[in-house]
């Protein structure tokens, strides 16, 4: 083990000097991965230069997701405190069904999931798991909405049409989630927008009462805190006054930019959030901690029991089910994803993150600011985002953030919204300072006045 280790440290070394000289992998075409790396399973060993040899070439080639080049996903950059609980939880091992086998971990998860709820101002009864990804946490909160207002599906299945409810500028899994559920992807209803890609709570209830009508079951409505796109926070408390109109399920999808609730400047884009019944957040974004750590918190811990548990008398041992987190988590064996963000919340404290969630809509103004004054630009995201929509110069975004990425440049991606299609530049990247967002535009304009685009 000793040896390896040396072998990783030197492998680290050499990849932050890679993020550091080179921030830009080259990419590989699909089509010569297999010619370019030896990535072969073979039947003798591979002796340990080789190995090592290897190793660099596959980091090298790599993205650079810690590279203050990478504008391109919801995540990015490295938290050294985070990191360090990644690597400790990884040396650990321990899975996250029961109290035996986990011991403090798990007081280490609920203190996490507890602080969140009474931060959300949940009640007593409030609890939470840790999920395999927003997806997940999301597909959890539309499974027990479906148990409550369903409760003979989980033993018989579903025997009527049941109706559920997100916007038109949500995330992809909300559809996929419905097929999973045994609902339908045809029974999801999307819901309008205003231009900023927000919720119209107006057109939610007259959604609900029109299903109501024709002998449907409306019972899940999700909202979201940071559309994927612009960026954008429906209005909770509007949309919780039509949930409760209609008796239907409020979720709160919060991977993106949930971790508002640990900004006393900004929290106020979730408000109502207590009002939900079930909330989503990933850490692995807006906080920085390495991939994955997605939480979700229900109102009521009964849904989760209700939903997920499952008696096993090889596996629960102990006494207390508060301890056996199997009970209420959609897996059975399960990664300590709870470490990583408590390291960091333990040694930055609540100010350390929230200057974390601070610094990233400063970064966006920052950049908001930029394309205001350059008239080449066109910006179409707005205050309180942290997800930049621009285009320069009337080129097609899709071919200028492919141009970048096949040269080496930048990571960035494109989105579209109401058929508008632009570069989407996210400021989440928690090494990103005011020197980086100024030099992601200045790429920009020296690569297209060298590049026929």
């Not at 992807?185 to 119209?200: A, H, P, S, Y």
């Not at 909330?279 to 811990?301: E, Q, R, W, Y």
């Not at 102990?318 to 009970?327: A, I, M, R, S, V």
Request: glycine share 6%.
């Amino acid at each position: 083990m000793q040896k390896d280790l040396k072998l990783f440290n030197e492998l680290v070394e050499y990849l932050i000097s890679e993020e550091k000289n080179t921030p830009v992998a080259t990419p590989i075409d699909t089509t010569a991965l297999y010619t370019t790396l030896d990535l072969s399973l073979n039947d003798d060993p591979i002796i340990d230069e080789d190995f090592k040899k290897t190793l660099k070439a596959i980091i090298k080639s790599t993205p650079k997701t810690a590279s203050t080049s990478f504008f391109n996903q919801l995540f990015g950059g490295r938290i050294d405190r985070a990191t360090l609980g990644d690597l400790l939880a990884v040396m650990l091992n321990n899975s996250m069904y029961t109290y035996k086998v986990a011991g403090p971990q798990v007081g280490i998860e609920k203190i996490i999931l507890k602080t969140i709820c009474n931060m959300i101002d949940y009640p007593e009864t409030a609890d939470g798991t840790f999920a395999p990804g927003g997806s997940m946490s999301n597909y959890m909160a539309v499974l027990m909405a479906r148990d409550k207002y369903n409760p003979t599906a989980r033993t018989k299945g579903i025997n009527n049409k049941m109706t559920l409810y997100t916007s038109e500028a949500s995330h992809y899994s909300v559809a996929k989630n419905a097929s999973f559920i045994g609902v339908g992807r045809d029974q999801v209803r999307r819901i309008k927008t205003n231009d900023k890609g927000e919720m119209l709570a107006i057109d939610l209830d007259q959604q609900i009462a029109k299903d109501i009508e024709q002998g449907l079951q409306p019972f899940f409505v999700n909202a979201t805190a940071g559309t994927t796109v612009l960026g954008a926070f429906d209005d909770v408390k509007s949309i919780s006054e039509v949930c409760k109109k209609h008796d239907v399920w409020l979720h709160l999808d919060g991977a993106y930019c949930g971790s508002v609730i640990f900004s006393d400047q900004y929290k106020h884009l979730v408000n109502g959030i207590e009002h939900t019944d079930s909330f989503s957040v990933n850490a692995h974004k807006m906080l920085g901690t390495p991939l994955g750590c997605s939480i979700i918190v229900a109102k009521d811990k009964r849904h989760l029991n209700q939903s997920f548990s499952n008696d096993a008398e090889y596996l629960y041992q102990t006494n207390d089910d508060e301890f056996n987190l199997g009970k209420t988590s959609l897996q059975c064996g399960r990664r300590n994803d709870a470490l990583k963000f408590w390291t960091l919340w333990k040694s930055v404290g609540n100010n350390g993150l929230k200057t974390i969630v601070d610094h990233q809509f400063n970064l966006a103004q920052i950049a908001r600011d930029y394309i205001n004054s350059h008239p080449d630009y066109t910006l179409y995201s707005f205050d309180d985002s942290i997800s930049i929509c621009f285009n320069y110069k009337n080129i097609s975004a899709n071919k200028l953030c492919t141009a970048l990425y096949e040269d080496s440049q930048l990571m960035v991606g494109y989105g579209n919204f109401k058929n508008q299609e632009f570069v989407r530049m996210v400021t989440i990247n928690s090494l990103l300072q005011e020197k980086d967002i100024i030099n992601f535009f200045t790429t920009i304009e020296e690569f297209t006045s060298s590049t026929d685009l």
